[in-house]
């Protein structure tokens, strides 16, 4: 699963002064946000109770599981979270009411088939209410929490199973440098057109070369702002430059 503050619509040539947050609902790197875009599609959220909603681990499992693997049954996505299918079946009917996740037919009870509505979802911090600001924080620093907890967890077991290949390829890396709004704008946008590359791929098994596994993408860029280290005076033209690190 991938979020980014502060991404633009990819097909923008402007600044649009929005901060948004994005997440694909699978460990992968998200595409852009734009309905005309290759890769998932999305839908915008600016609901503090839909954030909420996502807000907890068994529901971002879920939610997870039924992206890659989908259509899934409670008692399915109870096997694979190490949950109860009672308590699978409870955190589904939560998501079904705001409309994250729908019957896919077929089956009665815990045996039914359900499916994500959209494989994608984006929040803005823009006109955005207190509610809606603390919600969106929230979810994004749970989803944080989760793609840091499971690169450490890849590499570890990755190693451990004596797979070295895939464990030299799982790789982060950090660099920092002294950019304007614009080039970090610019180089974000760069990063995240890299991440979508194969975006079809997570959607369309047909696409997926042979050995292929589920990888997950993250990447953000932002301001460093470190204590005493000031932004370089502003030019003639008012334009700021400040610190970015990205990782």
């Known amino acids: 699963m991938s979020t980014r503050k502060g991404a633009r619509r990819a097909h923008t040539t402007s600044r649009t002064g929005q901060a948004t947050g994005e997440a694909t609902l699978a460990p992968t790197g998200a595409g852009a946000a734009d309905d005309d875009a290759a ?14 909603a996502l807000a907890h681990p068994v529901r971002l499992g879920i939610m997870e599981l039924l992206t890659v693997s989908g259509p899934l049954t409670a008692t399915e996505l109870a096997d ?9 079946s409870w955190h589904l009917r939560k998501l079904a009411e705001h409309a994250f996740v729908e019957e ?28 809606e ?9 749970m989803l944080l929490q989760r793609q840091i907890a499971r690169f450490q967890q890849a590499r570890v077991q990755l190693l451990d199973d004596g797979e070295r290949d895939w464990a030299d390829a799982a790789t982060s890396s950090q660099h920092a ?51 005493g280290v000031d932004a370089t005076p502003a030019d003639s033209t008012g334009d700021l430059t400040g610190e970015v690190a990205g990782a």
């Open 80 to 88: 694979r979270l190490d949950e109860t299918p009672a308590n699978c």
């Open 177 to 227: 440098s002294w950019l304007t709004v614009e080039e970090l704008d610019e180089l974000n946008l760069e990063i995240r057109a890299v991440l979508g590359r194969y975006a079809e791929r997570l959607t369309d098994p047909s696409q997926r070369p042979a050995g292929s596994r589920l990888c997950e993408l993250v990447a953000w860029g932002a301001p460093l702002l470190l204590p």
């Open 104 to 131: 896919a037919g077929g089956g009665i009870g815990r045996q039914r088939p359900w499916q994500v509505r959209a494989v994608g979802l984006a929040w803005d911090d823009v006109d955005a209410t207190p509610s």
């Open 39 to 52: 890769g998932p599609s999305y839908r915008r959220l600016s609901d503090p109770r839909e954030l909420q």
């Open 133 to 141: 600001r603390r919600a969106g924080r929230a979810l994004e620093d």
